[in-house]
T-cell receptor
């Protein structure tokens, strides 16, 4: 069975500070992992994906995530937060493509 | 950039009423999906649709739910007799690939339709 756990439903960081959003997964086979972002009143937008190539994945808007099999983690980071990064972030896992299993989401607040 | 559009953005209905949520997927996509998110909970898979039939559905997708692609562009989710617990944000998504081609399938989501059942 696949599942995703996002630690911390709300994260606040100061503008310019490091952003770290945590995601742990469980999967019986090598997973495909995704981070999606949802800005207010918009759909879920793909930030980045892990597809068993490089373990460090770079996405849009300066975000990146590292796949760590030993820790079953896929944490999302950004070196310097910007006000425009304030949004809801969802981690998702997929084994066979069609079904995505999402975490509960993490709301990121950026403090000026 | 191509996008998935959903209507209505918000619908309020009385318990027991029928609701139809509409989606226009990206034009060259072949796979269509509905997900929902109850407030404060995970985004949950409901159903996937390919070649005019359901390819996969979750246990949430019971007989009260149905999907249809009535023409070449729309993809609809119908809830036959709404219950209070159907109140949620419903997301439509589409993709160009399915499991036959790639496990790293990327879904493009719409902005969602918020359903409130009173």
């Amino acid at each position: 069975a696949q599942s995703v756990t996002q630690l911390g439903s709300h994260v606040s960081v100061s503008e310019g500070a490091l952003v770290l959003l945590r995601c742990n997964y469980s999967s019986s086979v090598p997973p495909y992992l995704f981070w999606y972002v949802q800005y207010p009143n918009q759909g879920l937008q793909l930030l980045l994906k892990y597809t068993s190539a490089a373990t460090l994945v770079k996405g849009i808007n300066g975000f990146e995530a590292e796949f760590k099999k030993s820790e079953t983690s896929f944490h999302l980071t950004k070196p310097s937060a910007h006000m425009s990064d304030a949004a809801e972030y969802f981690c998702a896992v997929s084994e066979a493509g069609n079904q995505f299993y999402f975490g509960t989401g993490t709301s990121l607040t950026v403090i000026p | 950039e191509p996008e998935v559009t959903q209507t209505p953005s918000h619908q309020v209905t009385q318990m027991g009423q029928e609701v139809i949520l509409r989606c226009v997927p990206i034009s060259n996509h072949l796979y269509f999906y509905w997900y929902r998110q109850i407030l404060g909970q995970k985004v949950e898979f409901l159903v996937s649709f390919y070649n005019n039939e359901i390819s996969e559905k979750s246990e949430i997708f019971d007989d009260q739910f149905s999907v249809e692609r009535p023409d070449g562009s729309n993809f609809t989710l119908k809830i036959r007799s709404t219950k209070l617990e159907d109140s949620a944000m419903y997301f439509c998504a589409s993709s160009s690939l399915g499991t036959a081609f790639s496990g790293a399938n990327v879904l493009t989501f719409g902005a969602g339709s918020r359903l409130t059942v009173l």
